[in-house]
C-alpha cells in the first residue's frame, strides 16, 4: 500500500460545477496535509494546509481532513477552466521532515 | 510571503558539464530546503534533504557524488549536478520549508524549478 494515494484521473469536471478531488493516507500518525496545484511544466503551487478534523475554506477551495478515517480531500466551488491541473496531496508523516506526495489528480474544467 | 527563488530557470550544455543550481528563501530562513526532480507526466521525485550546517541526506537510489547539496546558510542551497549525461535531463525543483505554522507543520514552498537539458 502506497503511503498517499490519489486517483491519478483525469477528472472531467464542467465549468461552474464542484470538483472534489480526493487522498488517502496509511500513516495514522500524520499530523500535518498539504494540497498543491501544478500546471504542466511548472512547479507545484501551494493551496491549502489543514492540520485539524473538519473543514478548511479559503475562498473557492475548500479541504476537509477525517482522520479516522484517514482521508482528506479538496473541494473547488465554481471550477474555472484556469483550475484545470494536475493536484497533489502532500503529507507530513510523523517523526519526518520531508512530505510524502501522492501521484497527483490531473483535473480538467471544460468550459 | 514564503518566496523561494531557483536559478537558472533553464540550462542547456554538452556531456560531462557540472550544473549547479542555487535555490534561496527570500523573506523567512529555511533551516531545511528539499531537492526533487521530476520526469513528464510522472510524479516529483525526492532527491535528497537538506539541513543547513550539516549533511544532506539522500534518498534510497540517488549517488551522493553525482548530485553535491551544499547547504551552507539559512537561505541558500545549492545542488551540483557533476559529469552531467543526457540521463540527467529532467525538471529539478527545489523547496523550502517555511512561513506559517508550528515548526513542525509548516509547508514546503516550492522554486519555480530548473529544466536541465544534457545534450
Known amino acids: 500500500q502506497k503511503e498517499v494515494e490519489q486517483n491519478s484521473g483525469p477528472l472531467s469536471v464542467p465549468e461552474g460545477a464542484i470538483a472534489s478531488l480526493n487522498c488517502t493516507y496509511s500513516?495514522?500518525?500524520?499530523?500535518?496535509f498539504f494540497w498543491y496545484r501544478q500546471y504542466s511544466g511548472k512547479s507545484p503551487e501551494l493551496i491549502m494546509s489543514i492540520y485539524s478534523n473538519g473543514d478548511k475554506e479559503d475562498g473557492r477551495f475548500t479541504a476537509q481532513l477525517n482522520k479516522a478515517s484517514q482521508y482528506v480531500s479538496l473541494l473547488i466551488r465554481d471550477s474555472q477552466p484556469s483550475d484545470s491541473a494536475t493536484y497533489l496531496c502532500?503529507?507530513?508523516?510523523?517523526?519526518?521532515?520531508?512530505?510524502?506526495f501522492g501521484q497527483g489528480t490531473r483535473l480538467t474544467i471544460n468550459p | 510571503g514564503a518566496v523561494v527563488s531557483q536559478h537558472p530557470s533553464r540550462v542547456i550544455c554538452k556531456s560531462g558539464t557540472s550544473v549547479k543550481i542555487e535555490c534561496r528563501s527570500l523573506d523567512f530562513q529555511a533551516t531545511t530546503m528539499f531537492w526533487y526532480r521530476q520526469f513528464p507526466k510522472k510524479s516529483l521525485m525526492l532527491m535528497a534533504t537538506s539541513n543547513e550546517g550539516s549533511k544532506a541526506t539522500y534518498e534510497q537510489g540517488v549517488e551522493k557524488d553525482k548530485f553535491l547539496i551544499n547547504h551552507a546558510s539559512l537561505t541558500l542551497s545549492t545542488l551540483t549536478v557533476t559529469s552531467a549525461h543526457p540521463e540527467d535531463s529532467s525538471f529539478y525543483i527545489c523547496?523550502?520549508?517555511?512561513?506559517?505554522?508550528?515548526?513542525?507543520?509548516?509547508?514546503?514552498?516550492f522554486g519555480d524549478g530548473t529544466r536541465l537539458s544534457i545534450l
Open positions: 502532500a503529507v507530513k508523516i510523523q517523526g519526518a521532515q520531508k512530505l510524502v
Open positions: 500513516d495514522r500518525g500524520s499530523q500535518s
Open positions: 523547496s523550502a520549508r517555511g512561513g506559517q505554522g508550528g515548526r513542525g507543520n509548516q509547508p514546503q514552498h
